[in-house]
């Protein structure tokens, strides 16, 4: 069945591409496919909105191809530019499992009935309409009331309004407002909160609006966001206590005793990190102060304006950015959607039916989707390595986990705004903090007593990150770690082994992929702990591994796999699977198993019906035990390289709580995964 919705509005400015980013992450959760399309646009610019929407990850589609009409045939002939559009977004349709519609955003000031040709569209286009209303400097009687009029003017030419949703709405108010909406006879209503970076210009955008010139610093974070102005008049104290997190600084051109002091708070991680620096009344820089700041290492952009503080100040206070303006701004609209919307009751709503197909992308979002719906705290100990800084800021602009890093403060405060990451939220431990130290240390020394562990020895222990991080998890400070960028698999699991020990009824520890098929998710395992191990252990593996599945949405077929499928075979390996096979179905009777089986007639259905026909698993198992290291590294290694297929993990799989290892040539893209994977391990079962 074909889903689609139509975003509009009833005024400009109301940020439906916000909602329209959220729409689209929750469809590509559901169904395998996802259009996106824009029944008008301006024929003499590129559409900044649709530009973004069709470049997001999943959206296979060409900008040419979710164009509808344009203004210009709007007035030509709006008779047959509804036709034509119609027809197009037939074609579009077509394509893919749902489609989001995105109305026009009052850009062509000579259509003044712009809300009456969206309502006819959505009419036209037989599709389910969703109001977002702004919110901004409203009250909740007065978004109501906008809200109203515009569902109104949908109901008038025969298009169903389905859900409103107010945006930009004061923090303070969100319960008020959705109070307010609740009186609007069914639909859904949702109030979505105002994030002041969401509306940030950028500094290249403010350096437009006040005609300056870059005179010092790297053009390329002319990029980042500036969430607000400071107007530096005052002595460096005064201005040092007013400091925000990422502001733009603008002070008198023959103030630049000030420059080296904001710069060197900039890159101290003391003070909150500036987006850029603006000189006012076109004085230069004087040559010593040229000369004390070039010693000093400086990125951060330094620009200069011939205009007054009055004027710049009024035209920077006034300034706003579009969501679309930078990947930052994006994966906040998508934070806020998930956190604000609920949209399994939108989907259903929509009637949009989870699809048989599981493609990576659709995996990947639900995993983001089912961390941040009870987001738990993992602790991070390889600050020092970029990766993991890198990691770090995604996942907090995507609320996915709240992350610890260990580390100096200071340190990974400058590396952070060296590199231009933002760790707004993402807090730091210094794990030389002596009262942690001494806790940690007298903890380590209780377990580890009957080893003969003293005070001191344990103390020293704790110098070491791993340990330091896996006895936070321990003590219940974390609900995860995630480690191995720069130390070992044993380096990362030897704590975990040592205090955090195995779940009860389980003996050995094991390592899982998520396979990540084109149509589908599997589990391989063990694919990166134990070498060779017994029947009892091979159970163990089995065991866990379908539980790991059932973590991520998984339904566990288990196939223990073998050179010999049944009782065709005879050998100690595949005697050694057979009996594993059986101490599974002791120890899991509910659990679909079979073994020993060929990875053929576990797969194949064709192969399945010839040697197993009456078996659950044979054909279809989605749970794939190897009989030993040897076999499993290999085997996910080929698939992953000669398919395609994305392989995410290791997944440690058998500890009491979740301890998380990377390879050292881990991406970022696989450490934020696996800090998800992470995240959703350490939540309680449900």
């Known amino acids: 069945m074909k889903s689609s919705i139509y975003l509009a509005a009833p005024e400009g400015f109301t940020g439906k591409s916000m909602v329209a980013v959220g729409i689209i992450d929750a469809l590509l959760r559901e169904v395998s496919s996802v259009g996106v399309f824009r029944p008008i646009v301006n024929a003499d ?3 900044e909105v649709l530009q973004i929407l069709v470049s997001q990850p999943g959206i296979d589609q060409t900008y040419e191809d979710a164009v509808g009409v344009t203004y210009d045939d709007i007035h030509t002939d709006s008779g047959a530019a509804l036709a034509a559009l119609v027809d197009k977004f037939a074609h579009v349709r077509d394509k893919f499992e749902a489609v989001v519609i995105i109305g026009s955003d009052y850009t062509d000031v000579a259509t003044p009935t712009e809300l009456t040709f969206n309502a006819r ?5 037989n599709t389910p309409v969703m109001l977002v209303v702004n919110a901004r400097n409203r009250t909740p009687e007065e978004i109501l009331a906008a809200a109203e009029t515009g569902i109104a003017e949908f109901v008038a030419h025969h298009a169903k309004v389905i859900a409103v949703a107010a945006n930009r709405v004061d923090p303070d108010q969100i319960d008020a407002v959705r109070s307010a909406l609740s009186a609007i006879p069914d639909v859904l209503v949702e109030a979505l909160p105002a994030d002041r970076l969401l509306a940030a210009p950028t500094l290249g955008a403010q350096f437009e609006a006040i005609r300056a010139n870059l005179v010092l610093g790297n053009p390329e974070l002319l990029q980042r966001e500036s969430a607000t102005v400071l107007v530096a008049a005052m002595t460096l104290p005064n201005v040092l206590s007013r400091l925000e997190p990422d502001s733009t600084v603008i002070m008198p051109g023959d103030r630049t005793d000030l420059l080296p002091g904001l710069l060197l708070a900039h890159a101290s991680g003391s003070f909150p990190p500036l987006t850029g620096i603006i000189l006012l009344g076109g004085y230069e820089i004087p040559e010593p102060i040229i000369r004390l700041i070039s010693s000093v290492h400086n990125e951060l952009p330094i620009g200069m304006t011939y205009m007054g503080t009055f004027t710049t100040a009024e035209k920077l206070f006034n300034l706003e950015g579009a969501m679309t303006s930078s990947p930052r701004k994006v994966e906040i609209a998508r934070r806020i959607f998930s956190e604000n919307v609920d949209a399994s009751r939108l989907l259903q709503a929509l009637e949009v039916h989870r699809s048989d197909v599981v493609t990576p992308l659709m995996f990947e979002h639900q995993l983001m989707e089912l961390a941040r719906s009870d987001r738990r705290t993992i602790v991070m100990p390889e600050s020092s390595d970029d990766r993991i800084l890198e990691s770090a800021a995604i996942l907090a602009r ?10 100096d403060p200071q340190q990974v405060k400058a590396r952070a705004i060296h590199l231009g990451l933002g760790l ?8 030389s903090n002596p009262e942690m130290v001494g806790q940690f240390a007298a903890e380590y020394a209780r377990l580890r007593a009957h080893k003969g562990v003293t005070l001191e020895q344990a103390a020293e222990k704790m110098r070491d990150l791993s ?16 480690s191995g960028a720069v130390n070992t698999t044993a380096n990362t699991i030897r704590p975990s082994l040592e205090f955090i020990k195995t779940k009860p009824g389980v003996k050995v520890v094991s390592g899982s992929f998520l396979m990540c098929m084109p149509d589908r998710v599997v589990v391989y395992a063990d694919c990166a702990v134990n070498p060779d191990p017994t029947a009892e252990q091979l159970a163990d593996i089995a065991i866990s591994s379908a539980e790991t599945a059932v973590k991520f949405g998984i339904e566990p077929r288990v196939a223990m796999l073998s050179y010999s499928t049944g009782s065709s075979g005879a050998g100690a390996d595949v ?7 059986d101490i599974v179905r002791q120890r899991a009777p509910e659990l679909a198993l079979e073994g020993p089986i060929q990875f053929d007639a576990a797969v194949d259905p064709v192969v399945a019906r010839t040697k197993l026909p009456d078996s659950p698993v044979a054909g279809r198992a989605t749970v794939f035990i190897f ?12 698939v992953q390289r000669s398919s395609g297929a994305v392989a995410i993990g290791p997944v440690l799989q058998g500890l009491n709580k979740p301890v998380n290892d990377l390879s050292r040539g881990a991406l970022v893209d696989d450490i934020v995964n696996t800090i998800a994977i992470t995240a959703i391990q350490g939540q309680p079962e449900k």
């Open 467 to 482: 340990y330091f991080g896996t006895m936070m998890v321990h003590l219940g400070m974390a609900d995860g770690m995630v």
């Open 575 to 581: 005697d050694k699977v057979r009996q594993a096979t």
């Open 424 to 431: 707004t939220g993402v807090k730091i431990i210094d794990p």
């Open 121 to 125: 569209v959505a009419a036209n286009l």
């Open 627 to 638: 009989p030993d290291l040897n076999t499993g590294n290999n085997t996910y290694k080929a």
């Open 398 to 407: 995507r609320g996915v986990a709240r992350l610890i890093l260990l580390g």
């Open 45 to 47: 610019t590129t559409d």
